[in-house]
């Protein structure tokens, strides 16, 4: 039997039930979202762009995004039409007031309803993130600031319309690197950070005010200091502001603290977040109130800091219950309390300072501290911050392979209950961080998803921005994570954020070869400056490589240092070519063209006999280098490198005279007094008329010294003399510094223990001191530092895994009040057992 084509309609006039469910069966079909839409055809757009006459600025600058992307991708000009009623037309609909009451500030959904795609999120961004996030969907990148992808498409098809609420992965999301501060990329890339400069266009951003480091700000101390010391640290047995924080049991820093927040709120209305948070160096109170606290806490220097952020949370909720309060868990605060827990408006912001940036936390025994510090706050508050690192803060410009750190810990940090992340990288005016541009459009992907490929994101951004180069430019950073990445795809080498990397010997000629590779297949100029920017990173690790000072014959000095400077001049040059203005933190470039220009060669004397060959640099601080034991080869000291601050002036053992045990050392001025192959003496003058004089002997397999403070000045002067060496550790991993303190107790430190930070100090004194000697130990190594007790009040000792391994062990005499002629001594030796 053969039907006609309107068979169905014929049959159901015979049959009318058969025609009520066909038509129910039609009406339901026509209600069925669309799962696909053409936005374009062939070039051609029925569609215009509507938001309401209420549409806020960044809801406006989404219709203007939306058509200027559109017509870019497709020469169809879509119409923007603001107004009260909706046009007769099919329609793009941008209106908040469609979006779900769950959205919040930033959430939105993509749907159709019937022939119109409504794109409505909640105020002030959540739309304009909508329609960014469609032009992602048709795959629109803003990888930097010039650099656009927008693919040429004669049909747009917009295939995900399911109307489900899409959210960020964090409520707070800024990669704080100096490329990713403009306003568009901000906004595109849909980041929402405090230094980002997104204004009311972009629906602002997550403003703090301050931003951190705010205790000095809350009660300067040049204005209550003088009149209340009271207010700030006791730290050794008296009331100080340098380097020092507030006393957090006083009840008049509370209510001082409360005002000045208030102060704040009242002067920056927008902002949301009010940062109380310690200074960026230790300096906690020491006082009796401060001390119960923290024992009340386990001990936890966090804990006193909680509590006064609490209360003053506490009284702003008063006033002021839409303002949320900050505070940090950072360096001495970073293990949690044991009771108090942060209140509803408070934020903590976890800094793992102390970790591995190659690996990922979790498989990271260099990082398991944190881990267990982020799992227990995680358990005491929904509403944690992180403050993440990503580069050498003393070398922004360094080769820092952790992409597949973070490629692993943005999304650990959402599974550990994290809401919000500060990434903290090269943040110099000018920019110019390694690999910063690429390193900014990753960390913003992820920060909106978690989910995100980070692989591929690479390859996507190397083929954009590098185009015919993106071959080599990948191999380079595939070389780069190999230096990092555990074997046996890796080399194995950890990061740390102000150490030089520990890169193969190999690496740099391949690097270098990579490089010129991608010069020569980049096909514009644009392409070949990106390409020779980024290459200033390998250049610089050669540069440093070339600083390295060693002994030879008589001389300590690079190997060849008129080439050096030569070198530095040449790349310097380059990098304000490419407006990079710092290398280091806080420090512009005439700060380096100030430390190459004073480099020189330095004379140096020698003590030897058939156990040890000791070299000394009078004019290096009066410092001894090198301690060769000849059975074995092995320096006793610990190996410098060129990249840390004041080299070559650093490590060795030396002595320093201070005001006290809290002060920084006083500036002197080394010289040769004397040499005779069994004695050296050298001779410091302290910039306030006091003098420093070593007398470095041998005796068998010992250096030892006797260092004289001596007040040459014409006035009395409180002092105290420091003698210190920095040690080579051997296997750091295994060593353990052993005494027997003079109270008798025998005394065994291992420097590195599971779940504590793989660096840290401690200072002893009274019956704790060691009794005269104390030895830094491992497998096969021993080496001992001897001193007269009776000359030594205080004793402290510090270990780091970052850079060269180093214990360093430091005698300080006692404290006087130096009259006009007298002297402190300290007796002091080095060997091998």
Partial sequence: MRHSAGCGFHCAGKHPKLGRMLRVFLICLAALPLTALDLVKNG????????????????????????????????????????????????????????????????????????????????????????YTLLDQLGVRWYTKEVTKVPKLGTVKIAKLDGQLQQPAFEYREPFITEAWDKDWAARNRTNGHFQQLDQSTGGRLRYQPFVHSFYELLPPDKYFAAHPEYYSFIDGKRRVERG????????????????????????????????????????CECDNCKRAEQEEGGEHSGPILRFVNAIAEEIEKTNPDKLIDTLAYWYTENPPLKVRPRPNVRIRLCPIGVCEAHPYEQCPRSAYFMKNLRAWNKITNQLYIWHYNTNFSHYILPFPDFDELAANIPMYKRNGVVGIFLEGAYAPGGGGELGELRAWVMARQLWDTGTDVDAAVNEFMEGVYGPAAKPMRAYYDLVHEQVRPAPKGKGAHIWIFALPEYSAEFLPKAQALFAEAEQLAKTDDVRQRVLKQRVAVDYLRLLDSKTYQVRGDVYAPADLPGLKDQFQTLVARMREFGIKQIHEHNDLKYDENDYNNLKAHAVVRLENDRLRVEVVPALSGRVVNIIDKSTGKNLLRATDPSERLYPDVGGASATAHADYQARPWQAVWSLESANGSEVKVVGKVENGLAIRRTLGLDGGQLVSETVLENASGKAVDAVLRV??????????????????????????????????????????????????????SAGWKVANRFDARQIERAAMSFTVKGAHRTSLAVWSKSAKLEPGQTIQVRSSYGVD
């Fill in 724 to 777: 210190t060496a920095d040690l080579n550790p051997g296997d750091i991993d295994q060593a353990l510094v052993k005494y027997t303190s003079a109270d008798g107790k025998a005394v065994e430190r291992k420097l590195i223990r599971p779940e504590e930070q793989p660096t840290g100090n401690e200072t002893w004194w009274g019956g704790q001191l060691p009794a005269g000697e104390w030895r830094v130990e």
């Fill in 245 to 284: 924080q507030l006393c957090l049991t006083n009840p008049e820093v509370k209510r001082l603290g409360v005002e000045r927040v208030r102060q704040w709120i009242k002067e920056n209305p927008e902002a949301m977040i009010f940062s109380v948070s310690q200074n960026d160096w230790e300096g906690w």
């Fill in 44 to 131: 051609a757009s029925e569609y215009k762009i509507w938001i309401p006459v209420s549409a806020i600025p960044s809801e406006v600058r989404a219709a203007e995004e939306l058509q200027r992307y559109v017509e870019a991708m497709s020469g169809a000009k879509l119409e923007v039409v603001r107004g009260e009623r909706r046009p007769k037309a099919k329609l793009v609909r941008l209106d908040s007031r469609e979006a779900p009451r769950n959205a919040g500030s930033e959430g939105f959904i993509i749907k159709a309803d019937g022939k119109d795609l409504v794109i409505a999120g909640g105020r002030p961004r959540g739309t304009m993130y909508g329609v």
